[in-house]
């Protein structure tokens, strides 16, 4: 890092907190490709209360898939839970395009409930099906769709859930078992053809949608959401924008006016608010793993609804509010919110460059720390190995989803910092000459750690991935 971006990183007050691992480790070994990641002591907090993390750097080499979709370590094996085009087994049409967020739910008797976003635009191929009750906007051809699997991952059944909704990127988990479903957009009634305003979140209970139905949460902010968080001891929801050009997007919270009240409850409303640490209007300028800011402040949204202005334009006052550039994940752990920004380039208008940063906020120190970096360590550039999203690991580690281009892998890291391909995407929707690999997405486990689903987006193809996680 230069010393300018440096100086720009201690004007807002960072301190820097002790590195208890290695400063730069290897991606992608044994894979034909290199790159690096740096991580902080803070780094360890990550996995708070999740089993022991493995010992080594991750499970071995891949082995060459003879079907040409997906290579895992020996040991390991994948079943295809849907592919996209074929028939939902609820004969309500067809399984939808562009598998995304998803999220694995327990259910009665051993069963889990996968429930999965459609990240459709208007120029969807396929679109999820229009289904009576569960319809926010009919022009409109996101949603998510639900997967009722066996402690085998037979699938049992695979229905709509919502419908109506646009660009359903991310989203996350409630303590009550349901998912919250993001949409990725700021488009209002009447553009690309829709018939209501869009840039919501919508809760989703993949057991019976119908409790659910198709409400947006308007409280909780009208932007481009892509991810969030929800502290399991007094309900507020993290919230993460992906806006797509500068100024770039923010880190929320809603603090709801019926915490923890089970489904339904976030429609009782509450108050949004925006991340703003003095001093620091761009995240991307903070390159030095452990630098911390102890000043936290969370600034009132002037209007969540974005009736005339984005919110990421409206006026947050003299100190001004902080942005960063492709803000995705978001998770709990520990006492701690993770969020994930993918990348920065400053052509493209951040202040500085990365490949990728994890962030940590300790709700009750007021503390926002910069706890993993991704990028190239060396002279060796890797095209594709941006974070996107993520989750905790069965065996104690971090699950990391690839965004960007070149071959797609599913990144493992453990609490020692180790990093190690978990998967690699063979589905090429490019050509032999100029090969383009779909990207994965929402990779989560089963609530008994014993399969890891994730998502390749295109083609849209859910799997199964199960073997020696502990």
């Known amino acids: 890092m230069s010393s300018e971006t440096r100086n720009t990183a201690t004007a807002a007050t960072a301190t820097t907190a002790p590195r208890n691992t290695a400063t730069r480790r290897q991606v992608l070994a044994g894979s034909g490709a290199a790159a690096a990641i740096a991580f902080t002591g803070a780094f360890s907090e990550l996995f708070a209360g999740t089993a022991a993390a493995r010992g080594h750097g991750g499970y071995g080499p891949l082995v060459p898939d003879p079907d040409g979709l997906l290579d895992l370590p020996k040991g390991f094996r994948y079943r295809v839970l849907s592919l996209e085009g074929d028939p939902l087994r609820s004969g309500e049409g067809k399984v939808p395009s562009n598998h995304d967020g998803m999220t694995a739910l327990a259910g009665r008797n051993g069963r889990v409930h996968l429930v999965r976003n459609h990240e459709n635009r208007h120029t969807a191929k396929i679109g999820v099906p229009t289904v009576a009750g569960l319809t926010y906007d009919p022009a409109a051809k996101g949603g998510c769709t639900s997967l009722e699997l066996d402690g085998r991952n037979k699938v049992l059944g695979e229905r709509v859930a919502i419908a109506g909704t646009a660009v359903n990127c991310a989203g996350g988990p409630t303590p009550w078992r349901t998912w919250l479903t993001c949409e990725e957009t700021e488009d209002k009634a009447g553009t690309n053809g829709y018939a209501k305003d869009h840039g919501f979140i919508f809760e989703v209970d993949g057991a019976d949608p119908r409790r659910t139905g ?70 991307s300028v903070v390159q030095e793993t452990g630098a911390s800011f102890d000043r936290v402040e969370w600034v009132p949204v002037p209007d969540p609804l974005a009736a005339e202005t984005p919110i990421r334009l409206q006026d947050f006052g003299p100190k001004g509010i902080t942005h960063a550039q492709k803000l995705e994940g978001c998770y709990w752990g520990g006492s701690s919110v993770y969020f994930v920004s993918s990348f920065a380039r400053s052509d493209e208008g951040s202040a500085a460059d990365h490949y990728g940063q994890v962030w940590r906020y300790e709700p009750k120190k007021r503390r926002l720390t910069l706890v993993v970096v991704f990028g190239p360590d060396t002279d060796i550039q890797l095209p594709g190995e941006s974070p996107d999203n993520i989750c905790l690991a069965a065996d104690g ?74």
Request: glycine residues 16%; contains cysteine; hydrophobic residues 35%.
């Open 214 to 283: 198709a409400v947006p949460l308007t409280a909780m902010g009208r932007f481009q959401h892509e991810a969030i968080a929800v502290d399991p001891k007094n309900g507020i929801v993290y919230e993460t924008e992906d806006a797509f050009d500068k100024p770039f997007g923010l880190f929320y919270r809603f603090l709801p006016a019926k915490p923890l009240g089970g489904t339904g409850s976030l429609r009782a409303g509450g108050a949004l608010e925006a991340m703003r640490v003095p001093g620091l209007p761009d995240l």
């Open 397 to 470: 580690g971090l699950m990391v989803c690839e965004d960007g281009g070149g071959a797609q892998h599913v990144l493992g890291v453990t609490r020692r910092g180790e990093v190690y391909t978990m998967a690699r995407g063979r589905q090429n929707i490019g050509t032999p000459e100029e090969p383009e690999w779909g990207e994965f997405a929402g990779v989560t486990f089963s609530p008994d750690g014993s399969t890891m689903y994730v998502n390749c987006y295109t083609p849209g193809t859910t799997f199964a991935v199960t073997g020696p996680w502990c």
